[in-house]
């Protein structure tokens, strides 16, 4: 699924060289932020010249967009599969986003690349603020689909909580250590459900 972004492409479309300068930039965002990351830095662990980092993504804010959609598309393409796997099982599917956190998490030790770019781009037409906005309601609103398929009641509310169980554990592996964060969030989302369900 892709964004209005102003040109950026999927990963997989995009040339090997456009895929390099993608993964190196992806790393640096992630590692170090995006405002202390130029393209010079950029360009030079990527090996190559400025000017085909501009040629295959327009400017910085359109690598931007490209990291935060492919990291976007890869936790969709996640949700997704287990989706499938979890058809017929209406309460499992809610879960579902809660039953990937740990295999997400493994390579997340900076916590939520989309909570991390957030508070370095105060403005709200920048087209990856636009991105991260997407990805959150996305979620939110998967959440509200598949508790309403579930026949859970007061599907709005309890989806709201359910998303903000979600981003808490995220944190708090990040920040606080709290290595069973995902299962123990998973375990009270369960207990939502359930009372939900009655």
Known sequence: MSHATGGATRA?????????????ASELFYR???????????AAESGVT????????GSKDGLLVAYLETRDQRWR?????????????????????FEVLPEWLGDSDRGCSF????????????????????????LRDL?????????????????????SLHEGAIVSFAI?????????VHAAARALLAEAMR
């Not at 909570?115 to 996305?138: D, M, S, T, Y």
């Not at 309890?158 to 998303?163: D, N």
């Open 143 to 163: 959440f509200h689909h598949e508790l309403t398929a579930a026949g859970a009641t007061d599907p709005d509310r309890l989806a709201v909580q359910l998303l």
């Open 12 to 24: 997989d479309q995009l040339t090997p060289g456009a895929r390099r300068i993608l993964a190196v």
């Open 50 to 57: 400025k000017r085909t980092l501009y040629d295959r993504f």
């Open 77 to 97: 393409d996640l949700i997704a599969e287990r989706l499938d796997a979890a058809k017929g099982d209406a309460a499992r599917r809610v879960l579902v986003p």
């Open 32 to 42: 170090r932020g995006i405002h202390a990351v130029g393209v010079d830095t950029i």
């Open 176 to 184: 606080v250590g709290e290595t069973d964060a995902a299962a123990t």
């Open 115 to 138: 909570i991390n770019a957030f508070a370095e781009l105060p403005e709200p037409e920048h087209p990856g603020r636009q991105v991260i906005v997407a990805e959150k309601k996305w």
